[in-house]
């Protein structure tokens, strides 16, 4: 072999090797745990680090820092009186520069760890149906390529906002085989166009009409149904009662509209739907306290959001309900949960009952793969 020679594959092996290489994902873990105090431990070591937030000063084991870095192969464990876990991957602890009286948890995990993690979350660890599983993994995957750095400093939080994230679950290696069997779909759109949702109502909804935007033409819309069944209607969701006092309502849309304090709620309708049926509009209706009235639209979505961020994310499982006040009280009859793009999880589980694989899944809800 020539020197020329040499000199023309050693680049092309640099190359192989960074193709190979996992890429690694920043996840904001326990934001709404509010720990100030916490034990972690590597894996492969013997006794715990304690982390402490007191005053805006954070302490490890006593002594002052300004941050902590901990893990790598093996994961580490973190834990309080009332939590304990285990994660994969690095674990960066500092003080939360937007809130003084909370700890930072940054976890720096392999993209297919990742993955594998957040399959087994979202499926409520459920190994029953694996091509199921593969199709979500395909989804999850995707939806991480096109979502990082959503957040300011980090790529992406373990809320259901991004994905739920819960760290290492049982039988991880299950999981991680999970992962893998599908690393080497190529998907032929956006990973911007991959969404899930835990159950349609029947019905799957376009991204352009529940978020507005650009539309994305490679989700299903319409019918969830095949070989005429109704794929998502054995879940306990697909139909759905809930009801919230008055107050709590008013106060939202005040605060959305920045009304005065004393104004009175006076009715709450539906007054715009998507083509597909889901709430598009809300408008309520106020009396103000000069006498005059006032009328409030607002996004539906948008509107649920800031709801849940107040109330808790129990009262409105999607944006496809019914209206009916009652006193002091609105009563809503809803359908599905979720947002209605991209896969219905439960339709998609009930297909891999009826033996379709995880390529039949995917195109089913996703026409153009």
């Given at each position: 072999?020539?020197?020329?020679?040499?000199l023309w594959i050693l680049p092309l092996t640099l190359v192989s090797a960074l193709a190979q290489a996992q890429p690694t994902l920043t996840i904001r873990i326990l934001e709404k745990k509010n720990f100030s105090q916490v034990q972690c431990a590597e894996v492969k070591t013997v006794g715990w680090t304690e982390i402490k937030l007191s005053r805006g000063?954070?302490?490890?084991n006593g002594k002052p820092r300004t941050s902590l870095r901990l893990g790598g192969e093996g994961g580490f464990h973190l834990k309080s009186s009332s939590f304990d876990r285990h994660y994969p991957g690095t674990l960066v602890v500092s003080r939360a520069s937007d809130d003084r009286?909370?700890?930072?948890?940054?976890?720096e995990v392999p993209f297919a760890q990742y993955v594998a993690c957040v399959t087994a979350s979202e499926s409520g660890f459920d190994e029953s149906q694996p091509e199921y599983l593969k199709t979500l993994a395909v989804v999850v995957r995707e939806y991480a390529r096109g979502h990082l750095r959503r957040h300011t400093g980090y790529d992406l939080c373990d809320l259901a906002h991004c994905q739920v994230y819960q760290g290492t679950p049982p039988h991880f290696d299950f999981w991680e085989k999970i992962a893998a069997s599908?690393?080497?779909?190529?998907?032929?759109?956006s990973p911007n166009s991959y969404y899930f949702h835990r159950c349609c109502g029947g019905v799957l909804e376009s991204?352009?009409?529940?978020?507005?935007?650009k539309s994305f033409d490679n989700t299903r819309k319409g019918p969830d149904e095949a070989d005429g069944v109704v794929l998502c209607r054995s879940d306990p969701l697909f139909r759905w009662k809930t009801e919230v006092e008055v107050k709590k309502i008013a106060a939202t849309f005040q605060e959305m509209a920045g009304l005065p304090k004393g104004s009175l709620?006076?009715?709450?309708?539906?007054?715009?739907?998507?083509?597909?049926?889901r709430d598009k509009t809300l408008t309520a209706s106020f009396n103000l306290p000069n006498g005059h009235s006032r009328e409030v639209r607002e996004n539906a979505g948008k509107f649920i959001s800031e709801f849940g961020k107040r109330y808790g994310w129990r009262v409105f499982p999607s944006n496809w309900f019914e209206i009916k006040k009652e006193g002091e009280w609105f009563r809503f009859s809803g359908h599905g949960m979720?947002?209605?793009?991209?896969?219905?999880?439960?339709?998609a589980l009930k297909l891999a009952q009826m033996g379709w694989s995880w390529r039949?899944?995917?195109?089913?809800?996703?026409?153009?793969?």
């Open positions: 072999m020539t020197k020329k020679m040499m000063i954070l302490t490890v009286g909370k700890l930072l948890f940054i976890n599908t690393e080497g779909f190529k998907s032929v759109s991204a352009d009409q529940v978020w507005g935007g709620l006076t009715g709450c309708e539906v007054t715009e739907k998507t083509p597909q049926g979720g947002h209605g793009v991209g896969l219905c999880q439960s339709g039949q899944i995917l195109k089913f809800y996703f026409p153009k793969n």
